[in-house]
Structures are given as C-alpha cells and as structure tokens.
C-alpha cells in the first residue's frame, strides 16, 4: 500500500485513496494531527461525484513520488487527487498554499452576504469557519454583489441563493437519494444560480436532506426559521422505528425545554450526515413521546454550542436524577472555567 506524508505526518493507505481521505484517516488515528486534514466545502463522502468545485481543499505537493520526486507545479484539489507511494503533502507547513487558500476564501466570500447575526446556519456554518481561519479582514471587490429575493422551493425549503457558494451538494442529493430531481445549476459562470426546473416544487421524501448537506445558510429549514440561535437549544441523540426502509430513524433533535425545534440527521466529526432521514422523521415528528431519547449529543469542543458546557450539564442532570438524595452533586462549571 502506498504511503503519504502529510504535514511531516505518515500514513499507509490503501490504493485509490485521496489526499483529502488519506488526511482524514490521520486525523481519526489522532486528534492531535488533524490540522493535517484540508478544509472540504463541496466534498462529501457519500456522495458520489462530489469534490472538485470550491477549491478550497487545495494542497501543495512537494514530492509528487518516490519514482518521480519532482513537485506538482501548482496546488492540487486533494479530494480529487490520488495518493502515490512516497508523495509528500503540505496543508498548513506552506505559506504559499495558505495565501492560495486565503484567495479561495476570498472569492467564495465576494458575494455571499454579511447577514450572519440572522441566518439559521450561524454557529454551524463552514463558511464561517473558514472565513474565520483563513479569510480576511476585509474585501478588495469594489462592484455590486449579485442577490437574489429568498424563494420557496417546497412546503419546508426556503432558499437563499444571495447566500449559495455553488457546492453542489443539494444536487448531488436529490440526483442520488430523492425519487426525481426538480432542481438544479442554470446558467453559466459568475451568473449561475441554483433554481427549481418551470417552477416545480422540491417535494420527494429525502429533500430535507438538502439543508443537512449544505455547507452554509443557503437552504434552511422553514420549520425552524428564525425560532432559536442553535447555541441556545439542547441538541440529544434520539430514534424511532420508521415505516420508510431507507431510513434509519437516528436523529438529532434540537430541544428547546421539552420543545422539539427541529429535527436533523446526525453528523460526524467532518459535518457530513452518517445516515440520511426521511422528511417524516424530519418535518412531523416533532414531539418529544414520538422518540426514544439517548442522551446528549456529543460536540466538538470548537462548537459554539459547547461554549455553554451543555454537555457536562446535561450529564450532571441525568446524575443528579439517578444519584440518592443524601448524595451530593457537584455543580457544573460556568462558562470560562475550562
């Protein structure tokens, strides 16, 4: 099998394996290497096709083998590019590559607007993250930015086009989870837009899964438009038995007290959903006694919603329950403590 350097960082990996997957594999093997792991805003791993339009997972290459050292002149989309034996890659250990990805950020951001204080996605937007790592401080472009009104685009999507950076992930969806594709890219170049085809509406049982995938504020759930901040509601592991066969039925739901605010499908440490939910789970079942609650979801210390220790609190709840009431029950800490 080959192996791949990653930011002075080596790992054997099978044969076929990307850059950005093989990046991936060092981050899991330790958390401690994964500045290895190059930002990803289109790519997703169980989509098929996807990667190789935002340009923002680029890498410099600088050995591009052990039978061929010499270094890939210009840098290379790593969730597109294969691994070789004895490839070195630079993620974070090259200036040059991050003044490269800083100008990526910057295209993205040229017409995406600064309307994070009211959009859905704030506190768990990529674009936000990688604007925060990587962008600056402010814009070079001088001409009118494009926009679009917010459009319906079903009975629970609303669209903001003014916000889409062209990932084409919801595409992606609706070509290989949904029964019929209604939407897709119009257009060409710096006018393309995502739209619905003659007006037709977004109304298959997996469309939800579009706002899961989408990497910024773009498509948002109508259900849960404007109802909370994401860092204010409790996020915990649920199931239920769904009558749909490709639905598992393992979500998370987003409570508000005993309120269901929403109900999305659970994602791992990359954000990309494990398994996809249908728009029943999603959309009508938001009632706590439809569901078997596990406990508390577990968060990335970098989420904004573990800024609060929510998950300590809740733990400490579910303690406080089980524990006598002779036995005392040490208080969580408040924010800023650790």
């Known amino acids: 099998m080959p192996k791949v350097t990653i930011d002075n960082v080596e790992i054997e990996v099978p044969e076929g394996t990307t850059i950005l997957q093989a990046a991936r594999m060092i981050g899991e093997r330790d958390k401690a290497d994964r500045h290895v792991v190059p930002p990803a805003m289109c790519y997703y791993s169980s989509l098929k096709t ?25 840098p290379v989309a790593s969730c597109r590019t294969t691994v070789m034996d004895g490839m070195v890659v630079q993620n974070t250990t090259s200036p040059e590559l991050l003044d490269a990805r800083k100008g990526v950020t910057e295209f993205l ?36 930015r494009r926009t679009f009104d917010p459009i319906d685009i079903g009975d629970t999507i609303k669209l903001h086009m003014t916000r889409c950076i062209l990932c084409y992930r919801c595409v992606k969806v609706a070509e290989q989870l949904t029964d019929g594709r209604v939407h897709g890219v119009i257009n060409r170049g710096d006018v393309s837009e995502i739209s619905t085809y003659i007006q037709q509406a977004v109304e298959n049982d997996f469309s939800g899964n579009m706002i899961d995938v989408c990497p910024v504020g773009a498509l948002t759930d109508k259900t849960f438009r404007f109802a909370s901040r994401v860092w204010y509601t409790k996020p915990v592991d649920a199931h239920r038995t769904c009558e749909n066969s490709k639905c598992t039925g393992k979500v998370v739901l987003w409570l508000k007290g005993n309120e269901v605010l ?77």
């Not at 607007?113 to 604007?131: F, R, S, T």
């Open 262 to 338: 929403r109900v999305t499908g659970r994602k791992d440490q990359w954000g990309e959903v494990e398994s996809f939910i249908c728009n029943t789970c999603r959309f009508d079942k938001k009632d706590v006694k439809h569901w078997t609650v596990e406990g508390p979801r577990h968060l990335d210390r970098h989420s904004v919603i573990s800024a609060n220790h929510y998950e300590l609190q809740q733990k400490q709840k579910l303690l406080t329950k089980a524990a006598p009431e002779s036995t005392p029950v040490g208080r969580p800490k408040e924010i800023g403590q650790g």
């Open 50 to 74: 996807s990667g190789g339009y935002c340009r923002t997972c680029i890498v410099k290459v600088s050995q591009g083998s052990t039978k061929d050292p010499r270094p890939m002149p210009k």
């Open 109 to 144: 951001l040229i017409n995406h607007p600064l309307d994070c204080p009211i959009c859905d996605q704030a506190g768990e937007c990529h674009l936000q993250d990688l604007g925060y790592e990587h962008g600056a401080e402010g814009s070079r472009y001088e001409f009118e």
